[in-house]
């Protein structure tokens, strides 16, 4: 696979090393009680964390995609991210800032106000018409996940043909409309435990590989979820020896991007792999 970089900003980043992405949750009910910050200095104290601890990207949510997670108004969402753009923003200018947003308006906000670098978007596009064509007139990277419905009704949309060959083809046609527009960072995210039953995030995790054919950076997030506990049994707070696991092979399959909660585990768990890669 050719070597990937990403244009940050203008500054080309390299991801001949895998990056680790922290999760920086400012919601209420985020499905994993420990990542949910909402005050200035827990806020302020995650961020210290994740790159101290040698994440490269902070990934910022207002607006929890768990499953059969409550509507939030674009208003309460937005507030919720200012808190943390403000702090990102002003303490912590040079930290590459993700946000987690799948509203075309907030994506611009986020990036013309608070100099947010790439934007996460759990809906690939398809819950606002306008988030490809705002992207494309930021000029900023893009991660695009595959889900189906709404976070509050994706489980009931687990029925497909063939996983792996269906998730191709939506990436191959979201990915050929963007560059149509002239936007070529794009980040691809499977998107595990979005509109997949348990087998079926196992199935795809086995293919992932398969991703690789798009030539794009591929971004795996299974950070503590689901899949993991429903699995092993136990609780979101009892799955990071999971986690760890599945991001290891997650690397030796191709991820460039790993977006966890345990910022730590995941940059030894890149640099164990490195050694091993030489």
Do not use: W
């Amino acid at each position: 696979m050719k070597h990937q970089t990403l244009n940050i900003k203008g500054e080309l980043i390299s991801l001949e090393e895998p990056l680790v992405m922290g999760i920086l949750n400012v919601t209420p009910d985020s499905f994993y009680e420990g990542s949910r910050k909402q005050t200035e200095t827990d806020i302020r104290n995650r961020i210290e964390e994740i790159l101290q601890e040698g994440g490269r990207i902070i990934d910022l949510g207002g607006y929890s995609s768990r499953p059969d997670a409550q509507d939030v108004s674009p208003e309460e969402e937005m507030e919720r991210l200012c808190l943390a753009l403000r702090i990102l923003r002003d303490e912590y200018p040079k930290a590459m800032v993700s946000v987690d947003t799948f509203r075309a308006d907030i994506a611009r906000r986020c990036v013309e106000e608070y100099g947010a670098a790439i934007i996460n978007d759990i809906s690939g596009g398809e819950l606002d018409a306008a988030m490809f064509p705002t992207i494309a007139d930021l000029h900023i990277p893009y991660i695009i996940m595959h889900m189906r419905g709404t976070p509050k009704t994706m489980q009931q949309h687990c029925d497909y043909q063939n996983l792996t060959a269906d998730i191709l083809l939506y990436f191959s046609k979201k990915i050929e409309q963007l560059h149509l527009m002239g936007v070529n960072d794009v980040i691809i995210d499977p998107g595990f435990g979005f509109s997949k039953t348990l087998e079926q995030n196992y199935e795809l995790m086995r293919h992932l590989a398969d991703f690789s054919l798009f030539e794009k950076p591929l971004l795996v997030g299974i950070s503590r979820k689901s899949m993991i506990y429903k699995l092993l049994g136990g609780t979101p707070a009892e799955s990071l020896n999971g986690t760890t696991v599945l991001n290891t092979y997650a690397l030796l399959n191709g991820a460039n991007i790993l977006r966890v909660h345990d910022v730590k585990a995941a940059v030894e768990a890149v640099r164990i792999f490195k050694q091993l890669s030489h």
